[in-house]
């Protein structure tokens, strides 16, 4: 009987066989089962190996490449009786993703998945090419306690994300010894990267990891929820970069919800613009102002404006009327005029205001006065309750036709712009602007390779006057970027809406920078990550929506020369604009310091940049 498992199993998922499958094809089998069983990846290169081990449990160890990176560690949940196999089915899926918008246009949806019955729940396990994913289905039941583990064959080195401040790591497991939020990104070797996550966390708490000092396994700290635990896989940390594995994870929108109306895009942002001063007018958070922004969203291809807090009054006062309060009747005119426009209007809501005043009501309101979106700030209650209120709140903005991104603390995408197209970012990071601290060159090309695998950031870069001088709401530390690295990360950083976040008359002292922010528009056909290493540096491909290619390149502290191939590139003669950091440039001393030049390329050329201490560089590539 073993040996005809194996041939089964191995039929399922021999190449020849995959290829002539085009949609879900399910088989089934309900003979007793036989360990260890294998289930592997569409390419076979990723496996996944089951044991049923004395104490009563399933274990499973993670192969890539013939390399065991994960080995013999527990998939178990406990509170439901004895894990017992009873049954077992395989399923085959070769599909493709179209998403509303994305890395890309479309997105290849194959794995294999193979189903236990437990007798009191079930357990799920699916192998993609880029990672694999497991969750129990615990019906009405109540599970007490999620035993699941990641036993990590070796003393890897991780980093993790920490709130609004910069990520944990480089940081060997074994010195770990405490509890990490995930994203959890992993090098293993220079040929082996992973990341632990979940996805689709319909209900539940949101999951927190822990290890003890001097070990290599991570179990879970948070109580069992019903989303899928994910392991991303890669040979290059890029590819973790632009894997899809989170959102397809998660189910396409209902059949009765329609998304055509979602438009990801540039916003500029009235918070960072008030109390600078410009040829006689002074900006402020209010009409005047508002007009001038959206005058100047109309002329460079920007799509929204956000307004952000005391529009409707103090933001965390229980008597400001998110619906009658402040500069409402501004508000009305300025979404008039963003119409003529064609500009979009974005409206800031505190949890404050969001729960003294019913939140349905207030949503339809703006969504009848004509705004296209909300930012909801500082959502108060635990994980399991923000997770439920930002579930409730998107699902709210869908049927209102109102995109949604969710600053201060938000719970951690998990993938639901594929159920949602309309959450389009998330504050999922240490922001630019928003943060307490100064955002490091290390700290952003960190942030990339760990918080953006979860999904959209909204990290308000794009700073066009890197000294701040004057504003309301400036930090209180300087801008640790390089002009040409403030546009760069624009592109790198993946999100709905990129929110820039200066005057108008700082992108007009500098055109070619207002053309390369300009240039993204959204939503992208293709994205690939051409280099990167972890902490260290970032060269971020993308092509927009009029079939223009961009390219933005990020680095730490140091100082970097990079040789970009072009291989990603039609047949065809190209015209490149490079913007890079100046002979002398510096985050430090002279970080306004950039040059142009244009060169004629093709699929054959390599672009050479030279990116200074804390810089970068940006590239639009069109065809001639």
């Not at 998107?394 to 993938?415: E, I, Q, S």
Request: glycine share 8%; aromatic share 10%.
């Amino acid at each position: 009987m073993k040996f005809v498992t194996t041939i089964i199993i191995s039929l399922l998922f021999s190449p020849l066989l995959q290829a002539r499958y085009k949609e879900a094809v399910d088989i089934k089998r309900q003979a007793s089962i036989k360990f260890p069983l294998y289930v592997a990846s569409p390419d076979n290169k990723l496996q996944i190996r089951l044991t049923y081990s004395s104490e009563g449990c399933i274990k499973y160890s993670f192969i890539a490449n013939s390399k065991t990176l994960i080995t013999d560690s527990k998939l178990l949940v406990s509170g439901l009786g004895q894990a017992v196999p009873k049954t077992v089915s395989h399923r085959s899926v070769r599909s493709v993703w179209k998403p509303v918008w994305g890395k890309r246009n479309s997105v290849p949806e194959l794995y294999n998945e193979l189903a236990i019955d437990l007798k009191t729940y079930k357990l799920l396990l699916r192998v993609y090419n880029d990672g694999i994913a497991f969750k129990y289905d615990f019906d009405d039941k109540i599970a007490i306690e999620d035993l699941t583990q990641f036993n990590f064959n070796g003393n890897y080195t991780a980093w993790y994300y920490n709130g609004e401040h910069a990520n944990i790591g480089p940081e060997k497991l074994a010195d770990c010894g405490n509890k990490r939020l995930p994203i959890m990104t992993i090098k293993a070797d220079e040929n082996n990267y992973l990341a632990v996550h979940e996805a689709n966390l319909t209900s539940g708490e949101p999951l927190v990891l822990q290890s003890k000092k001097g070990e290599t396994l991570f179990t879970v700290a948070s109580k069992p929820n019903d989303a899928w635990k994910v392991i991303m896989y890669g040979t290059k940390p890029g590819e973790l970069v632009d894997s899809h594995l989170i959102e397809l994870l998660n189910p396409p929108p209902a059949k009765d919800m329609d998304f055509s109306w979602v438009k990801p895009g540039v916003a500029v942002w009235d918070w960072r613009i008030a109390g600078a001063q410009v040829d006689g007018f002074k900006y402020d958070m209010s009409l005047p102002s508002w007009k001038r922004m959206v005058d100047f969203a109309a002329a460079n291809n920007i799509r929204y404006l956000a307004l952000d807090a005391d529009w409707y009054g103090p933001e965390l006062s229980k008597n400001s009327d998110p619906l009658k309060g402040g500069k409402v009747a501004e508000v009305h005119e300025i979404i008039s005029y963003g119409k003529t426009k064609n500009v979009g209007i974005w409206l800031y809501l505190n949890d404050v205001g969001g729960r003294q005043f019913p939140i349905e009501q207030t949503l339809k309101q703006y969504s009848d006065w004509g705004a296209v979106g909300i930012k909801y700030g500082f959502m108060t209650g635990s994980p399991a309750e923000k997770n439920e209120r930002t579930r409730m709140i998107t699902l709210l903005c869908a049927k209102n036709h109102l995109v949604c991104d969710f600053h201060d603390g938000p719970v951690h995408p998990y993938g639901q712009m594929r159920t949602y197209p309309n959450a389009v970012t998330r504050e999922y990071c240490q922001a630019q602007l928003d943060g307490a601290t100064v955002l490091e060159p290390g700290t952003f090309v960190t942030s990339v390779f760990v918080n953006m695998l979860a999904g959209p950031l909204d990290m308000n870069n794009g700073l066009a006057d890197l000294t701040q001088k004057g504003r309301t709401h400036a930090p209180s530390y300087g801008t640790n970027t390089t002009l040409a690295a403030e546009a760069a990360r624009t592109l790198i950083t993946f999100s709905g809406v990129t929110v820039i976040p200066d005057i108008p008359e700082s992108y007009q002292k500098h055109p070619e920078i207002l053309h390369f922010i300009a240039a993204q528009k959204m939503p992208w056909l293709e994205s690939k990550t051409i280099e990167g290493e972890i902490g260290k540096y970032i060269v971020m491909a993308r092509q927009a929506a009029d079939k223009t290619w961009l390219i933005g390149a990020a680095t730490n502290e140091n100082a970097r020369e990079f040789d970009i191939p072009l291989t990603f590139l039609k047949i065809g003669k190209y015209q490149a604009m490079i913007i890079q950091d100046g002979d002398n440039a510096d985050y430090r001393t002279n970080n306004e310091s950039y040059k142009t030049s244009q060169q004629e390329i093709n699929s054959h050329s390599i672009l050479h940049v030279k990116l200074a201490p804390g810089g970068g560089a940006c590239i639009i590539i069109r065809k001639k």
